[in-house]
């Protein structure tokens, strides 16, 4: 690639799933396309995706969400490598949690989306790491959810992109530069200007920073919050793939990675991340994620699941970091009042390969769904209070699981 980009170029900064999901879908709809990848590190997948549980739950009380999600199991399910359709269960012991159970499979059903209500006895023949079920415990069983590995799929994409005459550059972007409400390019930190005339922010948990260190940007409420998961010691039995699980009412999820088990909590107060890292990590708050951790694991696994119950709970624990959102939804597309300016943050895996290719058939000005469109415009809390829309955004943290995000 030569340094010295004319303007007919696109740019997309950030490689993780998102970015890189595209940038691949881009090169295959318009092949002579220049199209160019920054990240600040292409050796590792260092944003939220290196980091992700990788759980890709699809129905959702959002309806957006759910076609979202549907979307990306298809996509990811044309690699055939990085997801697995393992199924994903809803586990409930008290009234009030089988109600929700029962609403939510009423609802599923609308959607197309097999799923089925086990009892007790039924949870039992699945083989999960988990204590016996008490005799009222259910669970709403979705046998195409699955998991995915986030860093292969991402791996996959930039493979597939690379092929298609995709340039990845490895740099930082200190600044977006706008010339009469256009995008004219970026500035890298090592001084180097790279004019284009589309740009995409696939930035992640550093979108709100980067905006605001470019001049004539706007604010989006894109809050950055840290995260406990841990991973198991290794098992030592080979066992069969068991489907990943879900206690909403606990606020608690764990997942079968293979070798051993994940878990991950959200009950506890959400920790703004303020000074961000060159990783999607944080160090490990022992006051606010020991406690929750092990709640999350008392009285809850087995001891072939591999956890232990005081400090460090596992073989490895990480403090990740993600970006929360005022409704909880992702950013995705026009960035109104600067032309040429597309947005595509706050994904989950769970939706990127859908939001991806939405984006994409925006940017090529193709036929897309605009009731989702509407439902994630970038500009949707644009006029808003900017302190208000970062504390009902880090409110959403502990409402995770009252939407399926």
Not at 30 to 52: E, F, H, M, Q, W
Not at 201 to 215: D, R, V
Not at 293 to 321: C, H, L, N, W, Y
Request: charged share 20%; hydrophobic share 40%.
């Amino acid at each position: 690639m030569s340094n010295n980009l004319d303007q007919d170029w696109t740019i997309i900064i950030g490689a993780g799933i998102v970015g890189s999901s595209l940038a691949y879908f881009l090169s295959e709809s318009t092949p002579k396309a220049n199209i160019l990848v920054l990240d600040r590190s292409l050796s590792t997948i260092a944003g939220s995706t290196g980091y992700a549980p990788g759980f890709v739950g699809q129905y959702n009380e959002k309806s957006s969400l759910t076609k979202l999600a549907i979307e990306s199991v298809r996509e990811y399910s044309k690699l055939n490598t990085g997801f697995s359709r393992n199924g994903g269960l809803e586990i409930a012991s008290t009234d009030a949690g089988i109600k929700m159970l029962h609403s939510r499979l009423e609802a599923c059903k609308k959607t197309g989306l097999p799923a089925r209500l086990l009892d007790g006895e039924e949870i039992k023949t699945l083989g999960l790491p988990i204590l016996d079920p008490s005799s009222g415990t259910k669970a709403l069983f979705f046998p195409d959810d699955g998991v995915a590995e986030p860093k292969v799929l991402c791996s996959a994409y930039r493979d597939m992109a690379s092929s298609n005459g995709v340039n990845f550059k490895e740099a930082s972007v200190s600044e977006i530069t706008v010339e009469d409400n256009a995008i004219t390019g970026v500035i890298l930190e090592s001084g180097e200007v790279l004019p284009c005339q589309k740009l995409v922010l696939a930035t992640g948990i550093w979108t709100a920073s980067l905006l605001q260190k470019s001049a004539a940007m706007p604010f989006v409420p894109v809050v950055p919050v840290s995260h406990p998961y841990v991973y198991a010691k290794d098992r030592q039995h080979d066992l069969l793939p068991t489907p990943f699980m879900r206690w909403p009412e606990s606020h608690v999820y764990s997942r079968d990675h293979g070798s051993r088990y994940g878990v991950g909590t959200y009950d506890h107060p959400p920790q703004q991340v303020s000074s961000l890292r060159n990783t999607a990590t944080v160090p490990w708050s022992n006051e606010i994620f020991d406690p929750a951790m092990k709640r999350a694991i008392s009285d809850r696994f087995t001891p072939e699941a591999g956890f232990i119950q005081e400090a460090p709970f596992g073989a490895e624990r990480v403090g990740g970091v993600f970006s929360v959102t005022p409704d909880n939804m992702p950013l995705l597309g026009s960035v109104t009042g600067v032309q040429g300016l597309w947005m595509a943050v706050a994904i989950w895996v769970t939706h990127a390969a859908g939001c991806a290719r939405m984006l994409e058939k925006m940017m090529l000005g193709e036929a897309y769904d605009e009731e989702i469109a509407s439902d994630l415009d970038p500009m949707r809390f644009a006029g808003g209070d900017a302190e208000k829309l970062e504390r009902i955004a880090l409110k959403q943290y502990n409402d995770i699981y009252n939407t399926d995000h």
